[in-house]
Antibody, heavy 123, light 106 residues
Framework: EVQLVESGGDLVQPGRSLRLSCAIS????????MHWIRQVPGKGLEWVSG????????DYVDSVKGRFIISRDNGKKSLYLQMNSLRIEDTALYYC????????????????WGQGTLVTVSS | DIQMTQSPSSLSASVGDRVTITCRAS??????LNWYQQKSGEAPKLLVY???TLQSGVPSRFSGSGSGTDFTLTISSLEPEDFATYYC????????FGQGTKVEIK
């Protein structure tokens, strides 16, 4: 059974940092690109970042470039999102999602999602 | 980035109704268009990919069509479990989602 379990969400003040993790099981992790997608409660979906199977390709939505860092550890079957200089507008439920492809060129397709971890940025 | 516009933003329908949701891209995305269903409190679920291919396990009452800039998701006969929010997603370039269409009970 495919499982993606996010953790690390918390209430933090603006300007602080947070690290999200996603533990994966049930599929060959190092054969697939992975992504972080966020959703403000009650609002729509926003892709945040993606990383290819070997970390050779990484991309971010413009609003988080220079502040967030995506990474993965294939040996530990884990995906991470280091979130720095957090802003109030980063408040959202953060999902990790599996891509059917190993790379993050066009064709991103999310066939499995975790249940999300909530990040709240507030003073 | 490519903008995705869904219409309507919400709709009310009855069990058994035929429902059509449209998604328009700000530029051509060929067939790189996927549809997801999200029920309240749950993660999104992939329904249709490459504009018209049904994901394994998805009921045949769901169908997708379109290419270029204009796409549709159709539910041929609405079931109680289909009341949810539906999102389109383009993956032609850096991926973006539509704003969602909420299907509510009439």
């Amino acid at each position: 059974e495919v499982q993606l379990v996010e953790s690390g969400g918390d209430l933090v003040q603006p300007g602080r940092s947070l690290r999200l993790s996603c533990a994966i099981s049930g599929f060959p992790f190092n054969d697939h690109a992975m992504h972080w997608i966020r959703q403000v409660p009650g609002k729509g979906l926003e892709w945040v970042s993606g990383i290819s199977w070997n970390s050779g390709q990484i991309d971010y939505v413009d609003s988080v470039k220079g502040r967030f860092i995506i990474s993965r550890d294939n040996g530990k079957k884990s995906l991470y999102l280091q979130m720095n200089s957090l802003r109030i507008e980063d408040t959202a439920l953060y999902y990790c999602a599996k891509d059917i492809s190993p790379v993050i060129t066009h064709g991103a397709l999310f066939d499995y999602w975790g249940q999300g971890t909530l990040v709240t940025v507030s003073s | 980035d490519i903008q995705m516009t869904q219409s309507p933003s919400s709709l009310s329908a009855s069990v058994g109704d035929r429902v059509t949701i449209t998604c328009r891209a700000s530029q051509t995305i060929t067939y790189y268009l996927n549809w997801y269903q999200q029920k309240s409190g749950e993660a999104p679920k992939l329904l249709v990919y490459s504009a018209s291919t049904l994901q394994s396990g998805v009921p045949s009452r769901f169908s997708g069509s379109g290419s270029g800039t204009d796409f549709t998701l159709t539910i041929s006969s609405l079931e109680p479990e289909d009341f949810a929010t539906y999102y389109c997603q383009q993956s032609y370039t850096r991926t973006t989602f539509g704003q969602g269409t909420k299907v509510e009970i009439k």
